[in-house]
């Protein structure tokens, strides 16, 4: 079992930038590829990023590439997303993701999600 607690989130202008923080329980964080998922209001959740176990690959959606940048910590088991030149867009409740599948299909873990709110 991996618990996951997402900090951070809040309401920004347009233009503006926040931190999201997310706190892994698991002891082997380490085998855990992790991941940011959103899901605005009437809309699916989406993918936003993602980073491998060792850091060694990471993904964004086309969206967020050049304003968000995720990276992970292994010795504290965190793993971060910042967010720069934020849109309205953006608005939407953003989880933290744990998975031994790099797709985040199967085995996945979740967190109870964190409000981003932007305004225009």
């Known amino acids: 079992q991996v618990q996951l607690v997402e900090s951070g989130g809040g309401l920004v202008q347009a233009g503006g930038s926040l931190r999201l923080s997310c706190a892994a329980s698991a002891r082997t964080f380490s085998i855990y590829h992790m991941g940011w998922f959103r899901q605005a209001p009437g809309k699916e959740r989406e993918f936003v990023a993602a980073?491998?176990?060792?850091?060694?690959?990471?993904s964004y959606v086309d969206s967020v590439k050049g304003r968000f940048t995720i990276s992970r910590d292994n010795a504290k088991n965190t793993v971060d997303l910042q967010m720069n030149s934020l849109k309205p867009e953006d608005t939407a409740i953003y989880y933290c993701?744990?998975?031994?599948?790099?797709?985040?299909?199967?085995?996945?873990?979740w967190g109870q999600g964190t409000q981003v709110t932007v305004s225009s």
């Open positions: 980073i491998m176990r060792g850091g060694g690959i990471i």
């Open positions: 993701a744990a998975s031994t599948s790099y797709s985040f299909a199967t085995n996945a873990y």
